[in-house]
């Protein structure tokens, strides 16, 4: 009779772990579904939701919005980054080798490498682009 005990005990518990995971999942399903109708009804009736609301698509809008700013920052820090290795290798080279032109040659590459990554955040768009499926389409 012990060792029968013994052996239910755990599958007591890994089957209220699995009956808890469920009843959560569907009460999540169906908190979201309570929240989509209370958005679609006040679409209907005209009033535009809070941002509060949806934070979910609040913070989506707002990451396309910092997407253009957050590719040129990284191409400018990119680029200014290459330059100073480039500048730290052309020096070291320099003064370690008979040849300038050999620091300069290796040097200079990374340089010019970080000046284009550099022009390149100058030509990146400010303003942030939608994806084509939000654009409006005319009637």
Known sequence: MGSEVFWLIPIVGILGGISVAITSIRAGARLRELRIRERIAMIEKGLVPAPEVDPGGFDRAM???????SRARRHRSAGITMMGVGF??????????????????VGGFL?????ACL???LFESRAP???RSEHKSLP
């Open 63 to 69: 990451g396309r919005h910092d997407l253009a700013y």
């Open 88 to 105: 730290g290798l052309m020096l070291l080279i320099t003064m370690l080798s008979t040849s300038a032109r050999t620091g300069l040659g």
């Open 111 to 115: 340089v010019v490498l970080g000046l």
């Open 119 to 121: 022009i390149n955040s």
């Open 129 to 131: 682009s939608l994806p």
